[in-house]
């Protein structure tokens, strides 16, 4: 399973776009990106997945360059509400995988 | 997508005693994964459990300690033994499906 390397934190105020970077540099071919976000008390919750160039859905962006050794993730106009820590992992599309999970990125959107 | 009802969601208990978790899915899955978050921590993976034969466990973690059950394909147990403070954590539940993964609420557990 690949390693992800993310920042350890990062702050932006309401009405800001975010961009939080993962690097991912010995991702396999068959593996894709997805991106979780995990509130306090709360399990993580799945955002946004790809496996290449450019995904999005109602919550976020993700833009993957073409060696996918690294992937963006977008957050349009946070709120408050987008508080919370997120994860980047690579995944094995074999269905019924298991999910090891780096440090990922604490996002504090002030006011 | 599968809804994943874990219970107790939160617990207090006496160091030297064990705790069962329960884990429901509401759907058939192959394989359930138990995780621990520690405070302000990620979370770490302890094992992976089939139905129908014995859980496989990941490094630092033994099944004297937290052995698991999988009676079935929506359910699941894990159990902390012999309870000591550096177990308080959250233990939190998942199944996988495609490339996505599903994850209970979590059960806190703090032992005194």
């Known amino acids: 399973l690949a390693k992800t390397t993310q920042p350890i934190s990062m702050d932006s105020y309401e009405g800001q776009e975010v961009n939080i970077t993962c690097s991912h540099n010995?991702?396999?071919?068959?593996?894709?990106i997805t991106w979780y976000q995990q509130f306090p008390s709360q399990g993580p919750r799945f955002i946004i997945q790809?496996?290449?160039t450019k995904v999005t859905n109602e919550v976020a962006s993700l833009f993957i360059p073409a060696d996918r050794k690294s992937s963006t993730l977008s957050l349009p106009r946070v709120s408050l509400s987008d508080t919370a820590v997120y994860y980047c992992?690579?995944?094995?599309?074999?269905?019924?995988?298991?999910?090891?999970f780096g440090a990922g990125t604490r996002l504090f959107v002030k006011a | 997508s599968a809804v994943i009802s874990q219970k107790p969601s939160r617990d207090i208990c006496q160091r030297g005693t064990s705790l069962t978790i329960q884990c429901q899915v509401d759907?058939?899955?192959?394989?359930m994964f138990w995780y621990r978050q520690q405070p302000g921590q990620s979370l770490t993976l302890i094992a992976t459990?089939?139905?129908?034969?014995?859980?496989?466990?990941e490094s630092g973690f033994v099944i004297d300690k937290f052995p698991i059950s999988r009676p079935n394909l929506t359910f699941s147990t894990l159990t902390v033994s012999n309870m000591s403070p550096e177990d308080s954590s959250i233990y939190l539940c998942?199944?996988?499906?495609?490339?996505?993964?599903?994850f209970g609420q979590g059960t806190r557990l703090t032992v005194v």
């Open positions: 998942s199944v996988g499906y495609e490339t996505e993964a599903f």
């Open positions: 010995n991702i396999a071919t068959n593996d894709y």
């Open positions: 790809g496996y290449k």
């Open positions: 992992l690579v995944v094995l599309n074999t269905g019924g995988f298991k999910t090891i």
């Open positions: 759907s058939q899955v192959t394989m």
């Open positions: 459990a089939n139905q129908g034969s014995e859980a496989t466990y």
